[in-house]
């Protein structure tokens, strides 16, 4: 036990702002407790100008094992020894001593309480200053832009209009609109104005105004003075968004500046919030109002924006601020550099919105109209330099409710010694949702789970651990013992609930037999951090045999500091190519020097200079200077390098892959001129070897007393083109290159598409002539458009470079506007037509405001072609599958075999169900409306029943869409013609499958040889 050290304590201390000098504790003789930390000696904090504007700073020493904090108000602060330090964003928690303290002045915000804490946090001391204009460094803002509303309508030369409804991302339900009813000037202020009526598809109307391309900032002082509306879903908001939207990707990585937003229902509080991210995060301070509420009367809303922090006040009086935040695009190897996403232009918006996720709904409460009043808009910069960001404060992304793990595990409980506790049975409603019944209990400290009925799918009876956290990048093993009293099966996996119970562990098939056995699976957390991520046992369907799991463990496996680096979702095999993350925006980079060479590498601060420089100022050889980086998975074939270049005067560079030992070259290329203008740059790469290891490079020696600057680098694989030869399906996220856009998060469709964005596809059309193309889309928004480029050529072959196709350069174009298809998720087909010349050429798809899902080519046909393709098996067993069971659904056995022109299905052994085994074909393109005829030619050794169906698999419950009912179908000895028809009621489908279904039908098994001969599907009537 420590010893205790007599100390000044205090009781509580409140103190009136007319108490002009400083106070602390002074009680003597107070203690904690034996084992508390206390002070050695008196306290006594000397405050002095900060070296910074608008800054004071304290000095003050405590013992090692305490530390300080600082909390900044515009009237004296209470404090009590033993208490918890406030927690609000005008405490500086911990402060460094000497450290400048911003968001002071000597008029408002002059009340500084010095605390000294414990490792808890709880006070052991503290001393309250009030400070003078002596203590606080100089600081002056100048007025750059102001709209005081004295015209007589609103200036068009400083606002801009956004119209229209859609939700905007948070179901609200206004249309905004630039008539005068929902935005004018009126009596010296800005009236946005908010009416219940019905207008463009919407029951409300109101307004919204931006700065964009008229008033754009980087950093400064934002002081907006309003009087804001009340009532139960009114959501006036004050806030900034980026004018270069797409430099970070898409929102929240954009980062979002919120300055004031108030919720109608809570008239009296007001909030201050900055979003960034990803994964999405939002960070801010509420502060409510004294006496009344905000509708009251005029109050001044201002925002302090500086590198590296931001300040809020109401009237003046500072209520937050924040120095911690990251972005970070999900294309990307690594967060941007900090204080990226705040760190470029930025416009005002104002708007009052009717609705949404966060304010929730109108009333019989809520009066309309309802108005925000703007008495004005100033802007301020700062009259001398900005403050240095500095390095970020905390240099990981965290989940606020992430869980610990306990020594080590992920898994709480995981061996059941506290009951079933942070355990759930059938986490759905009702229980027996999906058939399942069942119970589980604790026997001998095992999970024992008992089952009454199993269902009819394999999560029927279902045993998971839920809030488990998993982190983007991180690798993680899960083991569990488990048994049954017999032979039987178990799926188990690792999904993420919240995100469409993606599945972070595939699903893992278990066989259990009566021997306890361990299993252990590893695996990746390639999806964004999710910490409500989940442990599933899933054992219905199969069995009603009991199962018992015991030790269940999650645990995080080392990293390999030399593991292979994973492709980018972009295709690129290069981290970092832009210079623009980590530290010091050269993250991934190495700078190698052999020999007596000597050079030196920086990266600009400054948007438009965010380029590696290389400075050499000795050099013998091309090689002895070399910018590189290793272990990159390149496999055998071919690469397009493409990067920008320049240097300080004509010379070559050159470009190298090795091995890790640099002992084998896979590829050089020395003679790679650049000239003094910066100029892009392609290099085709032969890659005739595979090595998870290879080394990349950029020999830049050999010149001495020269500078290179390299920007943009790529390296991406070159995937052979698709052949476009009848009809041909092209998923969307199989481009071959593209900018701005993203795949989903089901990794099967690619959205976040802006203007300017486009993906583009190789192809080899074998016969030239009009194409149907439909598209796969789906939109939220209005004023959607697709628009289809070919050019001859592609980089495959050296006949084209990477790069986009304009307009005026495409050989051929089409183009149609998309209608909001009902939201993001909802898909529709659109159709149109284009001439493709026939060889190999590069198509560029540009979808601004689309999800888009796939694309279909067809030749312009009759209605009497047929949607399926080797239907008469003239190409073998091209384009057919099958399938023979699984445990689930019994293993069938035999064969399928392709004789005299026919397919031939050769069934030993049926399963359990009448799919088992099937033949199917999948990705038929079948229309929404349109009539089909479906025929075939059957016969079998045996007389049995199959099944016909047609529809479209789905990864998910209910697994399967019908198009038609289930055809039972009578197939004799002797071959013969089967014939039906079929209206396809579902929405268009590019994902159809058809099945024939060999197995035990209606719980009839009959061993057989099946042949199947002329299959067609084909429409017969027009939509």
Known sequence: MRSVIPVLLAGVLALSPAIPTAASSHDKGKEK??????????????????????????????????????????????????????????????YVSGTDLSGVDEKINKFVMVYVLDEDDEIVDFKQIELKKSDIQKEEWNLVWEDEFNGESINEEKWNFVQGGGGYGNNEWQNYTNREKNARVEDGSLVIEAHKENFGGNDYTSAKLTTQNKGDWTYGRYEIKAKLPKGQGMWPAIWMMPTDYELYSDWPATGEIDIMELLGHDPDTVYGTLHYGKPWKNTGESYDLPVGDFSDEYHTFTLDWEPGEFRWYVDGILYAKQNDWFTKNENEAAAYTYPAPFDRDFFLQLNLAVGGNWPGYPDESTNFPNKMLVDYVKVYELDGDYREAGERPVTEETVEDLREPVDGDYVYNGQFDTDLEYWDFQPFEPSDLFGGAGDVTVVDGEANVTI?????????????????????????????????????????????????FARYLSDKNVALSSNNETFSYEFEMENGTDPHSRIEFNMGQSSDLPVWIDNVSLVKLPKDPNASKKVLPTGNYIYNGTFDQGDDRMVFWNVDQDGKAKASA?????????????????????????????????????????????????????????????????????????????????VMIDMKETDSKTVFEFLLGGSSRSSVTIDNVEMKRVAPPVTIEGVTKVEAEDFQSMSGVQIGEDGKSVGWIDEGDWMQYAVDVKKEGNYTVRYQVASGRDGANVTLLSKAGNVYDGTREMGEILVEEADQLTSIDVPQTGGWGTWKTVTNTIYLEKGLQTLQVNAANLNIDWLFFSPEQTDTETVVRNGDFSDGLTNWGSWWGDQWSGTAEGEITHEDGQMKIVVSKTGEQSYSPQVFQENLFLEEGQTYKVSFDAKATVAKDINLVIGEPLTSDPWFIPFMETKKVSIGEEIETHLFTFQMDQATSANGKIVFEVGKIDGVATPSTIVLDNVEIVPVTTR
């Open 602 to 682: 920086s990266v600009g601060e400054a948007i438009p200079s965010r380029e590696m420089t290389i400075d050499i100022k000795k050099s013998n050889e091309l090689e002895d200077v070399r910018l590189s980086q290793d272990n990159l998975n390149v496999e055998e074939g071919v690469y397009v390098l493409t990067f920008d270049a320049k240097a300080d005067e004509a010379r070559s560079i050159g470009v190298r892959l090795t091995d890790k030992a640099r002992s084998q070259e896979y590829v050089r290329d020395e003679n790679i001129s650049i000239t003094e203008e910066m100029s892009s740059y392609q």
């Open 452 to 500: 009454s009925d199993p269902g009819d799918q394999p999560y029927a009876i279902q045993f998971v651990q839920p809030n488990v956290p998993l982190e983007n990048g991180e690798r993680y093993k899960l083991s569990f013992d488990a048994r049954s009293s017999g032979d039987r099966g178990m799926v188990v996996n690792v999904s993420g609930p919240e995100q469409g």
């Open 33 to 94: 407790n034996d084992s508390e930390q206390v002070v050695a000696k008196p306290f006594h904090p000397a405050v002095m100008k900060g070296k910074v504007h608008g800054t004071t700073k304290l000095r003050a020493s405590v013992q090692d094992d305490l530390h300080l904090a600082v909390k900044i108000s515009n009237e004296a602060i209470k404090a009590k020894v033993g208490e918890a330090v406030p927690s609000d964003r005008t405490v500086t928690n911990p």
